[in-house]
């Protein structure tokens, strides 16, 4: 009997006070099951979701937090106060002191709430349970749903979220002749020039409902002023446009007062549209050049013995030998000019006439898109510098005589790193040549919501064009 009760005490002694038998296990069960159910109800919190837990709070198996609250007491005198008075009981539980760092670092690992006092963890704690699930679900659902929403308008192309169409009134544009009489469907702004809320028609029953007419000079001068429309809305703008240079341009004189924009290749034009233009990159990008079997090429279709190119290659050809494509010359390969001069170094981008600013594909898609290196005549050297870098091109003008270009031309066909030198700028920029004739209608939608109110008329268009 001696040695069981020294094991009872030794086991009561490490593992807690012995258990009572009989009537008063019942009642101790009974007291712990009432204040369980006043627990509850005074503070109807799920006891997982607290941390520390209530009854680590006061409890000497925590001293570093007893510690930091002040309490000294012993270990049996706490036990009883509890019992008698739970800390949480009929109020909600205070703020306690930060534990010490040791304690502090195992309650970071437990991955339970830091802030206990926190204005959201504090709301939900007040909330019932049910009213916790059903608000925990709205939340789950909500986030599922911007999720989605943020995923789908990434999907979207950038021409929605650039304009909101519902916002920004369409703006009709009319093209009164199609150019040339050529019958073509016109392109789409928004989808290829990220121009939204635009309308292009050919439909002259709209004229009087559209903002903006085009007039084509080459269709005008052949169709004559007397079918141009006889009513004409106030606030309605007509467009001047051309891209001849003005030694093909005749009849300018008669149609001073006409027009309220001019749209041309020049710079100055109230609204400018290149045959071609350089893009920036957003990044500089490594290039590898195509390998080049030929010298010289040169593309033309409308032969004059009178023009100033035809007479400056019949001295170059003396002394460089020339492959000549066209009405005068050989066949194109493939019926494409870019894919015949991509095997020739350099290509002879000669204009017809030479005006300031009338630089034409000849440059731009016969040249730079074949990666051949071109040989230009046509407005001075300073000009060309205003839309490219001055290393991208060779111009007659820096030679005082063919023969010295011919030489010139000879020599980069021998030195590898200087002929490689002219395609350095396209580290930096892309070739964009200009999409004839959508890029210039849907350029006239933004035009005129850029203008507003302002209003214009050109009182003297030869003069203008013609300087």
């Not at 534990?99 to 970071?108: I, K, L, N, S």
């Not at 001849?244 to 041309?264: C, K, R, V, Y």
Request: aromatic share 12%; hydrophobic share 35%.
């Amino acid at each position: 009997m001696a040695g069981r009760g020294c094991a009872s005490g030794q086991v009561g002694r490490h593992l807690g006070p012995p258990q009572e038998g009989g009537q008063g296990a019942g009642r101790r069960r009974r007291q712990q099951q009432q204040q369980q159910q006043e627990q509850h109800d005074a503070f109807p919190v799920p006891y997982s979701s607290l941390w520390p837990p209530p009854a680590a709070w006061a409890s000497p198996a925590a001293p570093g937090l007893a510690d930091h609250r002040g309490l000294r007491r012993g270990a049996e005198e706490e036990a009883g106060e509890q019992q008698q008075q739970p800390p949480w009981r009929g109020r909600r539980p205070t703020a306690m002191e930060p534990p010490e760092r040791g304690f502090w670092r195992r309650r970071r690992r437990s991955g339970r709430p830091r802030l206990l006092r926190a204005p959201w963890f504090l709301f939900w704690r007040s909330l019932p349970r049910r009213q916790c699930g059903l608000l925990a679900a709205g939340l789950t659902c909500c986030t599922i749903l911007a999720l989605y929403a943020a995923s789908s308008l990434q999907d979207l192309p950038l021409l929605w979220r650039h304009e909101d169409e519902d916002e920004v009134a369409t703006t009709t544009v009319l093209l009164w002749w199609e150019p040339f009489g050529r019958s073509r469907s016109l392109g789409d702004c928004r989808r290829r020039f990220n121009i939204s809320a635009c309308l292009l028609t050919t439909d002259r029953s709209r004229h009087l409902e559209a903002q903006a007419i085009l007039f084509h000079h080459r269709d005008l001068i052949q169709r004559g002023t007397g079918q141009l429309p006889r009513l004409r809305a106030p606030s309605q703008r007509w467009v001047w446009m051309n891209f001849e240079s003005p030694s093909h341009s005749p009849d300018l004189q008669g149609l001073a007062g006409i027009f309220n924009w001019t749209m041309s290749y020049r710079v100055d034009s109230d609204i400018f549209v290149p045959y071609g233009y350089l893009q920036p990159r957003q990044a500089a990008a490594p290039f590898t050049l195509p390998a080049k079997t030929k010298l010289v090429a040169w593309v033309i279709s409308n032969w004059n013995e009178e023009h100033v190119r035809v007479r400056y290659y019949r001295q170059l050809k003396n002394y460089l030998p020339i492959d000549v494509y066209g009405a005068q010359g050989l066949e194109l390969k493939g019926d494409s000019v870019v894919k015949t001069v991509s095997e020739y170094k350099f290509y002879l981008a000669f204009e017809n006439s030479q005006h300031p600013d009338y630089i034409t594909e000849k440059l731009w898609r016969n040249a730079f898109k074949s990666w051949a290196v071109p040989v230009v005549l046509g407005p001075p050297r300073a000009n060309y510098e205003l839309f490219m870098p001055a290393d991208s091109f060779i111009h007659v003008e820096d030679f005082s005589s063919p023969l010295q270009l011919a030489i010139y031309l000879k020599f980069l066909d021998k030195n590898k790193s200087r002929y490689k030198r002219y395609f350095a700028w396209r580290k930096r920029y892309d070739v964009q040549v200009t999409a004839f004739w959508d890029e210039h209608c849907c350029r006239v939608c933004k035009a005129v919501r850029t203008a507003g109110q302002q209003r214009k008329t050109v009182q003297n268009l030869a003069n203008w064009f013609e300087s």
